[in-house]
């Protein structure tokens, strides 16, 4: 209630004149400007005479009877004729039907005005919506050509040329014999002959045969280094054994610089002196002393953080 009372004083100066606006309100209470506007639109209301209704009658009979006079002298022709161009433009999309339905609306309208001369202005109005709207589906279709003639950009396919194409791990490991995946290659025969088994108790068949099955982990970690276009890194291998595994490595990553640690080839003798009693199993590959000479192979005990 206060708030009505501060918008009255702030916005209605003529309290008396604006209860006899609206007699139904209790004059006991003041309200908002909005209702006094809604009395003001009730006074324009009021002064709209009934001559100006009888006037508006007449004139909207008039063209009423206009309209029927033109259905009865030769209308049927030019009705087909809209109607069949209002059926084609539908067939063109929403947006063509409302423009020749709008268009056909307003320019019956001015016909009816002018009587018999009206129905050639309606035909001659409708054969020139035709043909815009024949121009505009021309437009449209020479577009839709024009988009299928280009030629979308091919997306880049994944390089197969011999510079990135990565090595094939188990291929190359398979020639150099290492027992990094020779489990794959002797488990068949040890499944055929359980008794050629290296682990007949394991439940798993693969755990069963000699050898590993290193292949898949090396070519998914390792397969990127393998290319010919791979930028040049360092390689170190703990446990050279005989070299097998050592030579996969050197075929399989050519920009690497490959290094290997190998306790075996230590000077023959007792561990108490830091030797290797028990024979150098790095001798056995060809090309040990070649690997020795660069340092590429470097005996010693990997262990051992001081060396």
């Known amino acids: ?13 003529n309290r008396e004149s604006f209860t006899r606006d609206i007699p139904l309100v209790r004059r006991n209470i003041r309200y908002p400007p909005y209702i006094r506007m809604v009395s003001m639109a009730r006074k324009n209301l009021d002064g709209f005479s009934t001559i100006h209704i009888f006037v508006a009658f007449l004139a909207g009979f008039a063209i009423a009877a206009i309209f029927s006079h033109a259905d009865r002298h030769g209308g049927n022709h030019d009705d087909n004729s809209a109607s069949d161009l209002l059926r084609f433009s539908s067939s063109s999309g929403k947006g063509n039907e409302q423009l020749a339905s709008n268009d056909g609306r307003a320019l019956s309208n001015d016909a009816a005005l002018t009587g018999g001369d009206g129905q050639a202005a309606i035909s001659e109005a409708a054969t020139a919506i035709l043909k815009e709207v024949e121009a505009q589906l021309a437009s449209k279709a020479a577009d839709q050509t ?47 002959h ?5 682990r007949k108790g394991c439940k798993r068949e693969e755990c069963r ?36 595994g050592f030579d996969a490595y050197t075929e399989f990553l050519p920009k690497g610089e490959l290094h ?6 230590l000077p023959e003798g007792p561990r108490e002196e830091g030797k290797w009693p028990w024979g150098n199993f790095a001798k056995k590959n060809p090309r040990f002393q070649q690997f020795v000479d660069k340092e590429r192979l470097h005996c010693g005990d990997a ?4 060396w």
């Not at 290997?260 to 080839?265: A, F, L, Q, T, V």
Request: glycine letters at 4%; hydrophobic letters at 30%; proline letters at 5%.
């Open 209 to 244: 045969a000699w050898g590993h099955f290193y292949h898949t982990m090396y070519q998914d970690k390792l397969g990127k280094y393998s290319t010919d276009d791979a930028e040049p890194f360092q390689f170190l291998e703990i446990g050279y054994f005989e070299g097998r």
């Open 260 to 265: 290997s640690m190998e306790i075996s080839c």
């Open 1 to 13: 209630k206060s708030n009505h009372q501060a918008w009255s004083n702030a916005h209605i100066e």
């Open 146 to 192: 024009l988009q299928r003639t280009i030629v979308e950009p091919a997306v880049p396919a994944i390089s197969t040329s011999s510079t990135s194409t990565e090595r094939n791990f188990f291929e190359i490991a398979k020639k150099s014999l290492t027992d990094k995946v020779q489990g794959l290659i002797t488990l068949p025969e040890c499944l055929e």
């Open 303 to 306: 262990s051992d953080l001081k």
């Open 194 to 198: 359980p008794e050629k088994c290296t």
